[in-house]
């Protein structure tokens, strides 16, 4: 689906329609430039975001919900308020435990997900 909204100052969430990116789990193209970009996920209870890697730096908050990350070698339980740095290269994904909402910035934007 082609974006038309990089390097739009103001993005109403309103306007971005989800997309299906694996079982139990929608994506919102945010906000985004060439630089950087912000990406909402939303996560049903089981949905998974399986295991990957990319050159991009991802820095994740937790707004809701409760997920079982890996990132590298660690595994761990996170939560809401909770942020986690994925540097790039790194193998990472999780589980969602209960449902809720994440918060994915990237550096610089994914050009793969518009």
């Known amino acids: 689906m082609e974006k038309q909204h990089q390097d739009a100052a103001w993005v109403p969430h309103e306007?971005?329609?989800?997309?299906v990116c694996g079982k139990g789990v929608q994506r919102r193209v945010l906000a985004y430039s060439k630089d950087a970009m912000c990406v909402?996920?939303?996560f049903e209870t089981?949905?998974?975001g399986a295991m990957h890697c990319h050159p991009h730096t991802q820095i994740t908050y937790i707004v809701?919900?409760?997920?079982?990350?890996t990132i590298g070698d660690e595994t761990r339980e996170?939560?809401?308020?909770?942020t986690l740095l994925k540097q790039?290269?790194?193998?990472?994904?999780?589980l969602c435990l209960e449902g809720g909402v994440m918060l994915d910035f990237f550096t610089p934007?994914?050009?793969?997900?518009v």
């Not at 306007?15 to 997309?19: A, D, G």
């Not at 996170?78 to 909770?82: I, Q, T």
């Not at 790039?88 to 999780?94: A, E, F, P, S």
């Not at 934007?109 to 997900?113: K, L, T, V, W």
């Open 64 to 69: 809701s919900g409760r997920y079982r990350f």
């Open 40 to 42: 909402e996920n939303t």
């Open 15 to 19: 306007e971005i329609q989800p997309e």
């Open 46 to 48: 089981g949905g998974v």
């Open 88 to 94: 790039g290269g790194v193998m990472h994904g999780c």
């Open 78 to 82: 996170v939560g809401p308020g909770d």
């Open 109 to 113: 934007m994914r050009e793969d997900f």
